[in-house]
């Protein structure tokens, strides 16, 4: 892996690892054109984390795929913006280039291990070929160096199960070989779209907590996809909230969570349950996220919003600059600011 010095010398972007700017990413459908992805600009560094949250469907794994160049196309199409990546447009480079890139410099972790891996392939297999396929390794070598990762990544027993296949692994050890997967040719950045999806509590702490030491250990940017901000609090250094397509409120990890400036982020947070609330209903947002193909004029979370005003059914709010490093795409952020009181 190139060093920290190194990369600050090959970026020409202002500093930014990852740089997305102004993306649109739409799909047509038998219902009209879904506009999943509306205007989405958001930039990583090295060794940050960028944590980007919202409901299903709000447009956080199109993203992703947009920018890992795996988007299922028809339908889906990138209609503009731009994905800088180390100076470099990825929208813009060939096939091959694009393909070499993912993987050796641009990883991706998926949220169903299971479905991702090759059930007929042992582990070893699957991670030994990368070694093989880019870097020219024989099988012999290739396999110990699956051992390595799967140590690496604190899978038991590594040396002899290497030849196991996915099915022998529970889902807490599927989700490491993932990880072990992303990191074998040691990328600049890696994607992880919901990692800890469908396991449990204790499991999940283990997976971020990993997470978070191999990004320190090697100077990686991380990109993590979720729509639980609990189990981000300790691991983001940023926050970008996603609805209907658009980033709503973007903020350093602390800030967000001490006073969010956004009607929608404060009711996700509310919607976290807390031992100080025992015995009190669960607060749930009302109502569902719009169709991406009728998206409501004005501000999308408009019908859902306990604030919302004339305004904000009809104009639709840009990002508003709250502070340095802060920004929130609603009308009243001030007053939803000041109400930080009520909500604690």
């Known amino acids: 892996m190139t060093t920290e010095g190194t990369r600050q010398e090959v970026r020409g972007d202002g500093g930014a690892l990852l740089d997305v700017r102004d993306l649109k990413v739409e799909f047509r459908t038998r219902d009209g054109v879904a506009h999943a992805v509306n205007g989405v600009s958001y930039r990583v560094g090295a ?22 160049g795996i988007l299922d196309t028809p339908p889906g199409r990138v209609t503009g913006g731009e994905i800088l990546f180390h100076g470099r447009d990825l929208l813009r480079m060939g ?7 993912r993987g050796t410099e641009l990883a991706m972790i998926f949220q169903d291990a299971l479905s991702a891996l090759n059930p007929v392939l ?9 070694f093989e396929v880019h870097r020219g390794a024989s099988r012999k070598a290739a396999r110990a160096r699956a051992v390595e990762l799967m140590d690496r990544v604190r899978i038991p027993a590594a040396g002899s199960r290497v030849g196991d296949y996915p099915h022998q692994f529970s889902g807490g050890m599927r989700q490491r070989i993932m990880i072990a997967m992303a990191l074998a040719l040691e990328p600049d950045l ?61 903020a350093p990890v602390h800030d967000l969570y001490r006073a969010p400036a956004h ?71 001030q007053e939803t600011v000041s109400e930080q009181g009520d909500r604690r």
Do not use: N
């Open 122 to 130: 042992s582990v070893g297999a699957q991670l030994g070929e990368m």
């Open 263 to 333: 009607p929608y982020t404060r009711g996700l947070l509310d919607s976290i349950p807390r031992l100080d609330r025992k015995g009190r209903e669960l607060y749930a947002i009302k109502g569902l996220p719009p169709s991406l193909t009728a998206v409501p004029p004005g501000c999308p979370f408009h019908p859902r919003c306990p604030r919302a005003q004339d305004v904000c059914r009809t104009d639709r709010p840009p990002l508003f600059d709250v502070a340095p490093g802060r920004a929130s795409a609603c009308h009243f952020w």
């Open 47 to 68: 060794g940050e984390t960028l944590a980007v949250l919202g409901e299903s469907g709000s447009g956080k794994s199109v993203t992703a795929q947009a920018v890992m």
């Open 190 to 250: 890696i994607i992880a779209d919901e990692p800890t999806t469908a396991l449990d509590v204790t499991v999940q702490a283990q997976v971020m907590d990993l997470l978070a030491e191999l990004r320190r250990e090697y100077a990686m940017g991380l990109v993590l996809i979720t729509h639980d901000l609990g189990v981000v609090a300790d691991v983001a250094d940023r926050i970008a909230v996603m609805y209907a397509g658009r980033i709503v409120e973007t």
């Open 95 to 101: 096939a091959e280039e694009r393909r070499r890139t």
